[in-house]
DNA sequence: GCGGAGGGAGTACCG
DNA sequence: ACCGGTACTCCCTCCGCG
């Protein structure tokens, strides 16, 4: 029979010495079914020597190796864009095997061992996770005892099918409280209190060990419900680093058997370090916050208000450290069951928001939905090219450790400090990626200093000299030519859709995914850690990168406009409507290149520094870029008085009236009558405590946490606040959850935040950070700011 | 023994 | 565990200082 099926998640599982590739999917009918697959043959390549005959290594190997090996296949296969020989061998235990062949006569290397025969699976058979497929497959019983309501095994391998709507998913978000009355919870102590869930279609149900319940109970009932909701995905914030975890070491402590998955097996350790529940989705969203750089510091909280979906603006937030005084009190239990809950919604609302995402770059790589938001920029991107690089027969080379060598970026240009009217950034369109195409550059195409001149010719990068072949197209080309067409093609469809339908929500994540691959292909290239590392490529992109940009200068500076400022692919010029017209043009023509009026600034500023700088818009709102107001590590005060400041600059062009605000905020501040969250510095710690070579202020205050049994992971924010004390800064900082406003150094604040901040920007004017500080009355304040107006 | 200069460590940004 | 270019703060050593 035929099923029809969207594919969730697929494991390999070996079975007496053979493997199965189980495949989870929902059909047309809504049934969660399993299908299996017994007939998948893995195989490496044995990549032949120059001067040897791939048949007699072949039987070489045959002889060798015997059962060990099945099918042997000569084949030619391309090895960075170079023909070679090369024997396609089937096997089962391929590392094993492609171990013992290296050896053999007249084999150079073996290559292709190292992928995981589900991945080889979903790429040979163009089996596309978060996709509908048909295949022909046969109904079994259900003797593996899983938890679908099919069971079947695959005749021949699925068929992708060109339909787009993903199925309604039963999803089921989670949220863990564990009790701990100082520092982070030990599951070797310290019992899960509340587990809150809420499904996708808004059903909680809380576990909560009140009364007469332990949390052995709680963890039982919770699996038994997992097990009857039965969610396609759960998901959860901080899942695979924490909540897991601590489940499955709780549940050791407990002596219980955490089984929810739908194989009845045990969440367990997958690559890139996910959790792998067999046959569901297991999403950890605080994969997703890195695509969020704007959010700062990574909560549940600030994400879901970043993302609008917070669902109450004046809740009670209950911080770790008062968690177990909450539960303690019976009084303020129900606030913070009531905060659990909370996050449980939050959590599920963030899943909403992001799963669309989710699942078009799952397609686009075709990594599993749980695996592709875990995986680094890197791997997403290398996963994609290995798919698309297959079809061409090139052969996927192996990760090898290789020596850093660092290499020339993009111009900066020095900019031309203070305010300037009226001004257009140009910017060239994917401006690496088109380089890139243009010139052909690619790990394939590169030319070794010493390989002779090809027929058809080749390109060579300024500065550098890195050559690389005309023809024929290497394969960065073929696929950043292809995502560059999906993108526009999809952005065209977009433009005839309301912004609120599904199709314009799907489409939009979809050109996102795009638009993720394609930028990331550049970076991937100089990337040490590649399959495909070329640092020439990634040089060559850069040397054309400023060449094109110097070159654009000049045409500028001819037609007449002035350049303030440029930063690898933007030129920031005076702004004239015939000038910079013709200006696009012209680079359209001679350089081959697109180049878009991205933003018009009524008035933008800047100080003598590169990559900082603030602009006005035409509708009145603020762009800041690089200055301390982006910066997730200066405090909130210093934050809000620089925009102020900005804000005044921009629009009212008045120094002194910035001058006096930012001396009525330090009044405020020394009145203590600023929040207290408003000085909270953030910094994140970017290897162990121990590992730091000079004293730090927010390691010293990481030490603090962990001497109060804190457990903190690198990548972990810190957040502190500077207090009253003698000597250096670092002595004088404490967890800001620890301190109380009545021991802030409050003019470390003035001085070294707020002040420095607003002088950034006062400097252009002639206001130093003296001037800011400069104690004085009312009518004094007056005075002297009337001497600046006059001055 | 002390203060300031300047290099280095550390972080986070821009494109 | 994608790149290089950049700004900035604070630590810490070292040098001069009759």
Redesign the pocket.
Same mark, same amino acid.
């Given at each position: 029979m035929k099923v029809t099926f969207w594919l969730l998640d697929v494991n390999s599982e070996s079975k007496e010495g053979a493997v199965e590739l189980w495949i989870w999917g929902i059909d047309q009918a809504k049934n969660r079914v399993l299908i299996v697959d017994h007939s998948f043959q893995d195989y490496f390549y044995v990549v032949v020597k120059d001067d040897a005959d791939p048949a007699k290594v072949a039987d070489r190997i045959r002889r060798e190796m015997g059962d060990a090996v099945g099918k042997l296949e000569t084949v030619e296969r391309r090895y960075f864009g170079v023909p070679v020989q090369a024997v396609k061998v089937y096997c089962r235990d391929k590392g094993k095997v492609a171990k013992l062949v290296r050896s053999l006569e007249g084999v150079k290397e073996c290559l292709e061992d190292d992928i995981r025969v589900s991945i080889r699976y979903l790429i040979d058979n163009n089996v596309v996770p978060c996709s509908w497929h048909i295949v022909e497959a046969t109904a079994e019983e259900n003797v593996l005892q899983v938890r679908a309501d099919k069971v079947y095994a695959a005749n021949s391998p699925p068929v992708l099918l060109d339909k787009t709507e993903a199925p309604q998913l039963r999803t089921l978000s989670n949220y863990l409280t564990a009790y701990s009355h100082e520092g982070s919870p030990k599951p070797d102590r310290n019992p899960v209190i509340i587990i809150s869930t809420v499904t996708g279609e808004g059903k909680e149900k809380q576990f909560s060990a009140d009364e007469d319940k332990d949390d052995k109970q709680i963890i039982q009932e919770f699996s038994n419900y997992v097990k009857t909701y039965d969610p396609d995905l759960i998901s959860g914030y901080g899942t695979n680093t924490k909540d897991w975890n601590y489940l499955r070491d709780r549940c050791k402590s407990l002596k219980l058997k955490l089984a929810l998955d739908r194989a009845c097996s045990t969440p367990h350790t997958s690559v890139y370090g996910h959790k792998s529940l067999t046959g569901i989705v297991n999403l950890d969203l605080a994969d997703f916050a890195d695509q969020f750089?704007e959010v700062?510091v990574k909560t549940i909280e600030n994400l879901a208000d970043h993302l609008g979906v917070m669902i109450l603006e004046n809740r009670t937030v209950v911080e770790d450290v008062d968690l177990a005084a909450y539960w303690d009190n019976p009084e303020k239990r129900a606030t913070l069951k009531q905060f659990a809950l909370d996050n449980a919604h939050c959590i599920k609302d963030i899943t909403a928001a992001l799963l669309d995402f989710a699942m078009q770059l799952s397609a686009l790589v075709s990594l599993p939905l749980d695996h592709v938001m875990t995986a !680094?920029? #890197?791997?997403r991107?290398e996963w994609f090219l290995i798919k698309r690089v297959q079809k061409l027969g090139e052969l996927i080379p192996k990760r090898i450790e290789q020596p850093?060598?660092?290499?020339?970026?993009?111009?900066?240009l020095?900019p031309k400090p203070g305010l300037h009217e009226d001004i257009a950034v140009l910017?060239f369109k994917s401006?690496y990626p088109n380089l890139m195409i243009a010139y052909n550059l690619s790990p394939d195409t590169y030319l070794l200093p010493d390989q002779k001149t090809p027929a058809g010719g080749f390109y060579e990068a300024p500065e550098v000299k890195h050559r690389f072949r005309k023809e024929p197209p290497g394969f960065y080309k073929e696929i950043l030519t292809y995502l560059i067409g999906v993108r526009a093609n999809i952005r065209s469809q977009m433009k005839n859709l309301g912004r609120d339908t599904v199709e314009f929500r799907v489409l939009d994540a979809r050109q996102k995914a795009v638009k993720v691959i394609t930028?990331? !292909?550049? #970076?991937?290239a100089?990337?040490?850690?590649?399959r495909w590392y070329r640092k020439p490529v990634?040089e060559a992109a850069?040397a054309w990168g400023r060449y094109t940009i110097q070159t654009a200068i000049q045409m500028a500076e001819k037609e007449g406009l002035q350049v303030i400022y440029g930063?690898?692919?933007?030129l920031f010029t005076t702004y004239d409507e015939k000038k910079t017209a013709a200006l696009v043009k012209e680079i359209k023509q001679e350089l081959g290149l697109e180049v878009e009026t991205a933003q018009r600034y009524v008035r933008v500023f800047f100080?003598?520094?590169?990559?900082?700088?603030a602009g006005l818009f035409p509708d009145g709102s603020l762009d800041?870029?690089?200055?301390?107001v982006?910066?997730?590590?200066w405090s909130k005060v210093a934050q809000k008085v620089q925009t102020g400041v900005l804000k005044i600059i921009l629009k009212e062009k008045s120094p002194e009236k910035a001058a006096a605000y930012v001396q009525a905020e330090i009044a405020e501040l020394r009145q203590r009558k600023t929040p207290f969250r408003d000085l909270i510095i953030?910094?994140?710690?970017?290897?162990p405590v121990e590992?730091?070579?000079?004293?730090?202020?927010?390691?010293e205050a990481a030490k603090a946490l962990k001497a109060k049994g804190w457990k903190l992971a690198v990548g972990d924010?810190v957040g502190y606040v500077i207090v009253q004390g003698e000597g250096?800064?670092?002595?004088r900082v404490k967890p800001y959850i620890y301190a109380s406003y009545g021991e802030v150094d409050v003019e470390?604040y003035v001085s070294?935040?707020v002040v420095?901040a607003a002088a950034?920007i006062l400097e252009s004017f002639d206001i130093d950070e003296k001037m800011l500080l400069a104690q004085k009355g009312k009518t004094e304040k007056e005075k002297s700011l009337l001497e600046f107006a006059g001055s």
């Amino acid at each position: 029979m035929k099923v029809t099926f969207w594919l969730l998640d697929v494991n390999s599982e070996s079975k007496e010495g053979a493997v199965e590739l189980w495949i989870w999917g929902i059909d047309q009918a809504k049934n969660r079914v399993l299908i299996v697959d017994h007939s998948f043959q893995d195989y490496f390549y044995v990549v032949v020597k120059d001067d040897a005959d791939p048949a007699k290594v072949a039987d070489r190997i045959r002889r060798e190796m015997g059962d060990a090996v099945g099918k042997l296949e000569t084949v030619e296969r391309r090895y960075f864009g170079v023909p070679v020989q090369a024997v396609k061998v089937y096997c089962r235990d391929k590392g094993k095997v492609a171990k013992l062949v290296r050896s053999l006569e007249g084999v150079k290397e073996c290559l292709e061992d190292d992928i995981r025969v589900s991945i080889r699976y979903l790429i040979d058979n163009n089996v596309v996770p978060c996709s509908w497929h048909i295949v022909e497959a046969t109904a079994e019983e259900n003797v593996l005892q899983v938890r679908a309501d099919k069971v079947y095994a695959a005749n021949s391998p699925p068929v992708l099918l060109d339909k787009t709507e993903a199925p309604q998913l039963r999803t089921l978000s989670n949220y863990l409280t564990a009790y701990s009355h100082e520092g982070s919870p030990k599951p070797d102590r310290n019992p899960v209190i509340i587990i809150s869930t809420v499904t996708g279609e808004g059903k909680e149900k809380q576990f909560s060990a009140d009364e007469d319940k332990d949390d052995k109970q709680i963890i039982q009932e919770f699996s038994n419900y997992v097990k009857t909701y039965d969610p396609d995905l759960i998901s959860g914030y901080g899942t695979n680093t924490k909540d897991w975890n601590y489940l499955r070491d709780r549940c050791k402590s407990l002596k219980l058997k955490l089984a929810l998955d739908r194989a009845c097996s045990t969440p367990h350790t997958s690559v890139y370090g996910h959790k792998s529940l067999t046959g569901i989705v297991n999403l950890d969203l605080a994969d997703f916050a890195d695509q969020f750089p704007e959010v700062k510091v990574k909560t549940i909280e600030n994400l879901a208000d970043h993302l609008g979906v917070m669902i109450l603006e004046n809740r009670t937030v209950v911080e770790d450290v008062d968690l177990a005084a909450y539960w303690d009190n019976p009084e303020k239990r129900a606030t913070l069951k009531q905060f659990a809950l909370d996050n449980a919604h939050c959590i599920k609302d963030i899943t909403a928001a992001l799963l669309d995402f989710a699942m078009q770059l799952s397609a686009l790589v075709s990594l599993p939905l749980d695996h592709v938001m875990t995986a !680094a920029a #890197g791997f997403r991107t290398e996963w994609f090219l290995i798919k698309r690089v297959q079809k061409l027969g090139e052969l996927i080379p192996k990760r090898i450790e290789q020596p850093y060598l660092s290499y020339a970026g993009g111009l900066v240009l020095k900019p031309k400090p203070g305010l300037h009217e009226d001004i257009a950034v140009l910017d060239f369109k994917s401006m690496y990626p088109n380089l890139m195409i243009a010139y052909n550059l690619s790990p394939d195409t590169y030319l070794l200093p010493d390989q002779k001149t090809p027929a058809g010719g080749f390109y060579e990068a300024p500065e550098v000299k890195h050559r690389f072949r005309k023809e024929p197209p290497g394969f960065y080309k073929e696929i950043l030519t292809y995502l560059i067409g999906v993108r526009a093609n999809i952005r065209s469809q977009m433009k005839n859709l309301g912004r609120d339908t599904v199709e314009f929500r799907v489409l939009d994540a979809r050109q996102k995914a795009v638009k993720v691959i394609t930028n990331a !292909a550049y #970076g991937y290239a100089g990337w040490i850690g590649a399959r495909w590392y070329r640092k020439p490529v990634a040089e060559a992109a850069s040397a054309w990168g400023r060449y094109t940009i110097q070159t654009a200068i000049q045409m500028a500076e001819k037609e007449g406009l002035q350049v303030i400022y440029g930063d690898t692919d933007s030129l920031f010029t005076t702004y004239d409507e015939k000038k910079t017209a013709a200006l696009v043009k012209e680079i359209k023509q001679e350089l081959g290149l697109e180049v878009e009026t991205a933003q018009r600034y009524v008035r933008v500023f800047f100080t003598e520094a590169k990559k900082r700088y603030a602009g006005l818009f035409p509708d009145g709102s603020l762009d800041i870029v690089g200055l301390e107001v982006m910066r997730g590590d200066w405090s909130k005060v210093a934050q809000k008085v620089q925009t102020g400041v900005l804000k005044i600059i921009l629009k009212e062009k008045s120094p002194e009236k910035a001058a006096a605000y930012v001396q009525a905020e330090i009044a405020e501040l020394r009145q203590r009558k600023t929040p207290f969250r408003d000085l909270i510095i953030w910094k994140t710690l970017t290897k162990p405590v121990e590992a730091y070579e000079v004293n730090a202020s927010h390691v010293e205050a990481a030490k603090a946490l962990k001497a109060k049994g804190w457990k903190l992971a690198v990548g972990d924010k810190v957040g502190y606040v500077i207090v009253q004390g003698e000597g250096q800064l670092y002595k004088r900082v404490k967890p800001y959850i620890y301190a109380s406003y009545g021991e802030v150094d409050v003019e470390y604040y003035v001085s070294k935040q707020v002040v420095p901040a607003a002088a950034r920007i006062l400097e252009s004017f002639d206001i130093d950070e003296k001037m800011l500080l400069a104690q004085k009355g009312k009518t004094e304040k007056e005075k002297s700011l009337l001497e600046f107006a006059g001055s």
